[in-house]
């Protein structure tokens, strides 16, 4: 039973900087797409960016480039989302996820999210002064 597990939110200044990780069981990080997504109250949730090492890099939203970096440690099985100058607006609970699909594919699908397979519980990021 495959499952990953996201930590690192909490309270945060505006301004301030969060790195969010994302840590696989039960499956090699290696050969997966890692996809992270956000859901503030009443809001649909937001696609942020797909990641591959064995199809591709990072496909990345516009509106998230400047700000959000992800990454990987392959060896330890763990992905990340560095949140760089928090805002408000940022306020959600972040979600990782993974499936054995190329982000190219994933990205051109209808509902990208519909494409994941494993999904964490989410950890929560409260951007406030």
């Known amino acids: 039973q495959g499952h990953v597990v996201e930590s690192g939110g909490g309270l945060v200044q505006p301004g301030g900087s969060l790195r969010l990780s994302c840590v696989a069981s039960?499956?090699?990080?290696?050969?997966?797409?890692i996809g992270w997504f956000r859901q503030a109250p009443g809001k649909e949730r937001e696609g942020l960016s797909c990641?591959?090492?064995?199809?591709?890099?990072?496909k990345s939203r516009d509106f998230v480039k400047e700000r959000f970096t992800v990454s990987r440690d392959n060896a330890k099985n763990t992905a990340y989302l560095q949140i760089d100058n928090l805002k408000p607006e940022d306020t959600a609970v972040y979600y990782c996820a993974a499936v054995a699909f190329s982000c190219t594919l994933i990205e051109g699908a209808a509902d990208p999210a519909s494409l994941y397979d494993d999904w964490g519980q989410g950890t929560q990021v409260t951007v406030s002064s």
């Open positions: 990641s591959s090492s064995t199809y591709e890099g990072t």
């Open positions: 039960g499956f090699s990080l290696d050969y997966y797409s």
